[in-house]
């Protein structure tokens, strides 16, 4: 028996949907792997406060991966920067863009779990032998890479958010306002967002 001519079509469609639907999962699949690793990977090595790690993301997903555009990835760092826990808000952010809520799941759980088990299993260690010397030399080095990979950030970050006379004044004036008048950062950072919604606003 043949099956009619219409159905042959509806046999063709579906089998067309279940392949397209196969590859997608498997692309998916591949991209949360390789979001999943990337991330575990920025855990285990980087040293430092929130901003060492934009030099390592930057590379990850902007120039290596191609995940992310310029544009999108200083809109992560931005919005990690103004909310508590910047490291893991800007995982997750990035993690949102590159594979929706499950890659914000596995890139803020990538990026989590080598800090949680080195506290969990190593961090007792240097606690006990903080006053080593070796333990102190290393610790020292490793603050002074954090320091140069935070300025390194700082160079990633102007150069794509410093891009014309009102971005300079906006960027002095916020430097002036920490370093000279002490301002609270909180404080800084609300006054420059509302100063560029205003002058942008047009």
């Known amino acids: 028996m043949y099956a009619p001519f219409w159905k042959k079509g509806q046999q063709s469609r579906a089998h ?3 392949f397209l639907t ?10 949360l792997a390789q979001l999943g690793a990337f991330f575990v990977k920025a855990g285990a090595f980087t040293f430092g406060s929130g901003l060492a790690i934009v030099p390592f993301l930057h590379q990850g997903v902007v120039l290596d991966h191609r995940w992310l555009t310029e544009r999108q990835f200083l809109d992560a ?4 920067v103004i909310t ?8 997750a952010f990035v993690g949102y863009l590159v594979g929706g809520l499950i890659g914000s799941a596995v890139a803020s759980l990538g ?14 260690y240097i606690v006990r032998y903080r ?7 290393f610790v020292k080095g490793a603050t002074a890479a954090a320091s140069g990979a935070i300025v390194g950030a700082a160079l990633i970050l102007a150069e794509g958010s410093i891009v014309d006379v009102t971005t300079i004044v906006i960027a002095l004036a916020s430097l002036a306002g920490l370093r000279a008048f002490k301002f609270p950062e909180p404080l800084i950072i ?8 205003l002058l942008y606003r047009g």
């Open 84 to 91: 508590p826990g910047p490291v893991v808000i800007t995982a």
């Open 22 to 31: 196969s590859l997608g999962v498997q692309i998916t699949g591949s991209r």
């Open 111 to 124: 990026v989590f779990l080598p800090v949680y088990l080195f506290v969990l299993f190593v961090g007792r």
């Open 190 to 197: 609300g006054g420059a967002a509302i100063a560029g919604a």
């Open 77 to 80: 760092v931005a919005v990690g």
């Open 16 to 18: 067309s949907i279940i």
């Open 131 to 137: 006053d080593h010397p070796t333990l102190k030399g």
